[in-house]
């Protein structure tokens, strides 16, 4: 299936949509068609890699484009040909080959989960109450 992203005057997603099969590659039609911005997103693609339905990585690259999947309120950056979802946290830094943002400080990886703490520019480990 295609899936299209509907764009506003300042090139935020406001609206993805699912094509036909066949209109694949097919959004300067979809565009001159409706009078709006529509961009062609990769439903399998995150930071710039394409995956199977099964979650391994593809072996046909070519299908992974403009970075990221397009969500509501991501952005497309036609110097990037990319979506880049909304900024988190002021401190955070664009991944240019992701396209999306990377914390300044690295996540811990020691299985507990965390939040980041704008204020103190670190990762604080999540408390559940009751556990």
Known sequence: ?????????????????????????????????TGDVYKQTSYNTRAGVHYKSDGTQSEDQSKAFRKNYAGLGYAYDAGRDAFIPPKPYASWVLNETSCLWDAP???PT??????????????????????
């Open 105 to 107: 400080v690295p996540m």
């Open 1 to 33: 299936m295609a899936h299209f992203a509907k764009l506003d005057e300042n090139n935020i997603v406001v609206f993805v949509t699912v094509g036909r099969n066949e209109d694949d590659g097919k959004e300067a039609e979809l565009s001159a068609r």
């Open 110 to 131: 020691d299985g507990q989960f965390y939040n980041w703490n704008e204020n103190s520019q670190n990762w604080i480990v999540e408390v559940k109450n009751g556990n």
